[in-house]
């Protein structure tokens, strides 16, 4: 009965050829939250502070030059901030008007439900997310956070998802982790094996940083591919950018 039920999601998942349309698609890691200030991890329910509106704002007009003709944004409030904010400037100048789709695809990996409004280095959480990176690449699971598998199926979801937008200019408010996920996914061929070891440990993504894929042709087969452009792309935020710029740049005094 489970090869069955097994055999029948692989035809569901793999049987269908995505359509694939050549495209840029454009990463951001949402804006600076209160539980970055605090330490107090709130999943879902962070809030955007000053600093991470001004982030919004400044970034915006980073992809307001590049023009956007889709924003596809994580369902937890704060990148929904960000996707609001970036279609209002990205919509000047415009008739017709930029969609916003929400999708859960692209939220943070969960983590078990007790640490929400618990400390990040709380003894508990601290041992258990140990574990669940000692024993990632066996499917290990705790209670309820994702696990490998889950996020490896989620990866191809997305990825799936992206190819088959009808847009050549994609722009994709996410969270640090899932890009993270989702650049390991890719580099490794579909597959989370050693994350933990590799991305998790060797990569970072600063607030608003901005990671660019492209779907295009193999410059030696032709056939149409998911490539990598680049990474953390933050020439707009404060750690190249000193504050009082940033302020103008975002039409404060």
Known sequence: MFWKQFRSWLREEFGKPARKVPKKVYLIRHPHTNDEDDGIYRGEFAQVT???????????ERIAEIGADLIVTSTYPRSIHLANVLRERCQVGRERPIEVIPSSLFVECRKPSFMVNEAREHPRAARIMRRHRKFFDWYYRSSDEENR??????????????????????????HGKFLRILWHYLYEGGTLWGFYWMADRLLRHDNTGVTVLELAPNYRT???QWNAVSWNDRGHTEAFVPPDILRALAGKP
């Not at 509106?53 to 915006?60: D, H, K």
């Open 50 to 60: 000053e600093k991470g509106r001004e982030q919004s704002r400044v970034v915006a």
């Open 149 to 174: 598998w889950m996020l490896e199926r989620r990866a191809h979801k997305s990825f799936r998802f992206l190819s088959e937008l009808d847009a050549e200019c994609v722009v994709v408010v996410t």
């Open 222 to 224: 032709g056939k149409i």
